[in-house]
């Protein structure tokens, strides 16, 4: 079993340090598989079947705003506090969560716990498909739950709204990186969500999050990192607002910045789905 320097859990650990903690008392692991409507997946039924001994399954559509329009919104805080304490996972936790794509929708449930103020959490690098291929072994048991108490210290700075993406897009003054494929970006390809505009924000960059991961769903050591962020023509040395479709995948590219250093980053939660919907919000089209 081999622990590498690159494993920091604060935001990135390998199926093998992952492996070598899964009995450290205060672990907390969390499936955090989603996926798009129309990819015809139930994710909560895959965790029923096939998950890491002692996961506990985190449901982003649930576990939300459900008071907004748009889909999994951060949910307030109350919300947040009560569903970890329900959970058995509070203060003094080193949380890892992970998905059953590779480094997808883990990384939106990392950014929800920097967004409450918990550093104490890392995204496990390759998911569920890196674990086995690992020959790490998995369970159906349910996890034993005991409740703990949670304070969090919410981070504003790590949330963008409409209009104050609409600001930075008007001024210039921030690195606008979308995480969406660039046929999506350009606007040559119509949206999975009905009803939304096809293009991208005035003034953003595209970074398709894959292009932060290697072939076998791990993501880039942080030097390749910082080449793929300056090959895209993204200046780093600007705040930066990640966004995408939905508040997903641009979590990804929060987690890359973050693991190259860069900490002035921000996420916009409405993203495509909310700045695609409305008229009065302009739009731009191919390449940026």
């Not at 935001?11 to 903690?21: C, F, G, I, Q």
Request: aromatic share 8%.
């Amino acid at each position: 079993m081999i622990i590498t320097a690159a494993d920091d859990p604060k935001t990135l650990v390998s199926s093998d340090w992952l492996a070598a903690h899964l009995k450290d008392p205060d672990i907390r692991i969390f499936d955090a598989s989603w996926s798009l409507p129309d990819a015809d997946r139930d994710a909560k039924a895959e965790y029923e079947k096939k998950h890491i001994q002692g996961a506990r399954f985190f449901d982003i559509d649930e576990i939300a705003d459900n008071r907004s329009e748009l889909p999994h919104m951060a949910p307030p805080i109350e919300k947040f506090m009560s569903r970890m304490r329900a959970m058995g996972v509070g203060d003094g936790h080193q949380v890892v969560v992970y998905d059953g794509t590779g480094v997808f929708s883990a990384a939106r449930v990392w950014w929800l716990f920097r967004l409450m103020g918990k550093t104490d959490v890392a995204v496990l690098d390759g998911g569920m498909p890196k674990w086995l291929a690992d020959g790490h072994k998995t369970t159906s048991a349910p996890p034993t739950i005991r409740d703990r108490h949670m304070t969090v210290e919410p981070r504003r700075d790590l949330v963008r709204d409409v209009t104050e993406v609409a600001r930075a897009a008007k001024l210039g003054d921030h690195s606008i990186i979308d995480a969406r494929a660039p046929a999506r970006f350009r606007g040559d390809a119509p949206e999975p969500r009905e009803g939304l505009r096809a293009g991208h924000i005035p003034g953003a960059k595209n970074l398709f999050y894959q292009d932060l991961l290697n072939n076998d769903g791990t993501m880039k050591p942080p030097n390749a990192l910082r080449t793929v962020f300056n090959d895209a023509g993204i200046d780093l040395q600007k705040p930066a607002i990640t966004t995408c479709g939905s508040g997903v995948t641009a979590a990804i590219l929060s987690l890359a910045l973050e693991r190259i250093g860069k900490t002035d980053h921000s996420l916009y939660d409405g993203s495509w789905s909310e700045w695609g919907m409305y008229a009065d919000l302009p739009i731009a089209t191919g390449a940026a």
